[in-house]
């Protein structure tokens, strides 16, 4: 798992960490968001886009293929290039597909 490393671009104690801190997360609504931290860092640095190397703090889990138990966990900043952007909408269309035996899905 990976998700995006603001970490790389907001240092803690600082006035952009305490404001994201008010927030607490980002809101969406039907019409609008109101986002926790600038755009330029959520849409732009941050955000996971497919073939755009970005900094991501990782989850590394090693599964035992026999058992499925959890052999080993790691936890580590990270570099990733994303292979797919997507939505919630095209990713459930996926998973409904019964038909869909494409290498993403």
Partial sequence: ?????V???VKAGAEIDKEAARRCTTVYMVDRRTDMLPSLLTE???SL???VDRCAFSVIWEIDSQT???VDVKFS???IRSRWSG???KAQE????KDDNTEMT
């Fill in 68 to 70: 499925y138990e959890t």
């Fill in 7 to 9: 970490t790389h671009f």
């Fill in 49 to 51: 886009v497919s073939g």
């Fill in 87 to 89: 939505n919630y909408y």
């Fill in 94 to 97: 996926m998973i409904d597909d």
């Fill in 77 to 79: 900043k990270s570099l």
């Fill in 44 to 46: 732009n640095l941050c």
């Fill in 1 to 5: 798992m990976h998700i995006a490393d």
